[in-house]
């Protein structure tokens, strides 16, 4: 119930999918709360959207919808816009539009922070405008707030963990029910898990532009995913799955973001990585997401909770319209500033981002060899050729009759060496039917 002395805070949203009216139900479900918490009457007055005849589960008034993008972005009586179109060419039209004015942008847009944030977030400093992107990362887990908030005393030695539901789904059917990845991929489809863009799930790119974000977050240092390992779960099958239990591990597409602060070297990556399988982000399932945090003063904290749709995203999208209409109430403004400008500045002095050579790792390798006398022992010995020291070895009979599926799993060894040896291996053509397969052990205890 609207008080006399409350603020009417005016809210326009871009886009109308399922995260714009995932935000609309859940305003008019808990109005009363909500306002009773913020002091403020909160009022979704425009609405822009493609196809303004495109039937929706909630229903609006008529009058507030509009195909007018622009029209919307410029509105002068709006305090709030929500961008929640996706894409990032349109998106980051609009969100200069909006910023440029002045006025407070909300999105769960990654891949727009992740390719503009830089950009975008100079153009709210200098226009005097603000930006809140907490939906942006891990859907309903409070992961930005934490990094910027609750641990601002902390430097963050290393941040891992899952940040892409689908691809977690995929490999958590493929496990628990001895699936091939095409059959559960085709599941996870027919659920709407899968982004229309479907590299961006499988190929490991969504995770990778929530990576970049916490990374700056974190180090106050953008890094472009060219520079950065950026791989997908295409590669996995039930036979690695199955050989990393037998080993004690669990397959996922891990996020990790490591910092050496004695030589000032950040690595940023995304891949499919073996988990011991008793740590706790090895064992988030399903849709979820997990993120696990180790900062210098309060030791390692660790965030479960369902990382996308509906209810999650528009959860994050409302937290962060609290802030902003907070701060039009006079609070200071929890995003980046003029003075958190200076402070991000000096978070990445000196820091330079590592190679190769900075990342070591177990590996767990799957060849797919003629099965002929002598072929471990080569491939041993090429292995040896660049210091990689082979810790396991099991031989299978492949399908293909007269050859073998060789899994090794390595000691440790760097990511150049690796690398260099997986390219001598490609190379035997005379021994390997396929190219090979390698995963990197992920150690918790050790980053």
């Known amino acids: 119930m609207k008080t006399t002395h409350q603020r009417t805070v005016r809210i326009g ?11 609309w139900k859940h305003i008019e479900r808990n109005r009363r709360a909500l306002e009773l918490r913020l002091g403020a009457s909160l009022e979704i007055v425009r609405i822009a959207v493609r196809d303004s005849g495109r039937k929706r589960e909630v229903e609006v008034p008529s009058g507030i919808i509009t195909t007018d993008t ?10 709030i816009v929500c961008e929640l179109m996706g894409g990032t060419r349109e998106a980051l039209d609009l969100t200069e539009r909006v910023l440029r004015r002045g006025k407070i942008v909300v999105t769960a847009n990654k891949a727009l922070i992740c390719e ?3 950009r975008l977030f100079t153009l709210a400093r200098q226009a005097g405008g603000h930006y809140f992107y907490e939906a942006s990362v891990a859907g309903g887990i409070p992961v930005i707030k934490t990094l910027r908030e609750a641990l601002v005393a902390n430097r ?5 963990g899952i940040l892409n539901g689908t691809s977690n789904y995929i490999l958590t059917r493929m496990e628990k029910e001895g699936l091939e990845f095409s059959t559960t991929l085709a599941d996870a489809r027919a659920l709407g898990y899968v982004e229309a863009d479907e590299a961006l799930d499988l190929d490991g790119i969504d995770a990778a532009h929530k990576a970049v974000i916490l990374a700056f977050l974190a180090h106050g240092r953008w890094v472009s995913l060219d520079d950065i390992i950026v791989e997908g779960i295409r590669d996995v099958t039930a036979e690695d799955i199955l050989s990393a239990r037998n080993l004690g591990y669990r397959i996922k597409l891990l996020a990790i973001i490591s910092r050496d602060f004695q030589n000032e070297r950040l690595v940023v990556r995304v891949h499919p990585a073996l988990l011991p399988s008793n740590g706790i982000i090895a064992g988030v399932d399903g849709v979820y997401n997990g993120v696990s945090i180790t900062g210098d003063v309060v030791g390692t904290t660790v965030l479960i909770g369902r990382g996308a749709g509906q209810d999650a995203t528009s959860s994050s999208v409302i937290s962060d319209i609290a802030d902003a ?3 039009l109430q006079g609070a200071p403004a929890p995003v980046i500033s003029e003075e958190d400008d200076g402070v991000y500045r000096e978070l990445a002095e000196g820091l330079s981002l590592g190679g190769p050579e900075d990342i070591k790792a177990q590996y767990y390798l799957r060849l797919h060899v003629a099965d002929k006398p002598g072929v471990l022992a080569k491939v041993a010995g090429v292995l040896a050729d660049f210091a990689v020291s082979i810790a396991t070895v099991d031989q299978r009979a ?10 090794l799993t390595t000691h440790e060894t760097d990511e150049k060496a690796m690398e260099q040896a997986l390219g001598s291996l490609a190379a035997m053509s005379d021994l390997l039917q396929d190219k090979p397969v390698r995963f990197r052990v992920f150690d918790p205890g050790e980053g």
């Open 398 to 407: 492949h399908l293909l009759e007269g050859t073998a599926s060789l899994i």
């Open 116 to 118: 503009h944030g830089d």
């Open 325 to 327: 209409v907070f701060m």
């Open 13 to 23: 949203l871009l886009g109308f999918g399922t995260v714009g009216q995932g935000v």
């Open 156 to 160: 963050f030695s290393r941040i891992y």
């Open 70 to 79: 622009i029209a919307v972005a410029e509105d002068p009586s709006l305090d």
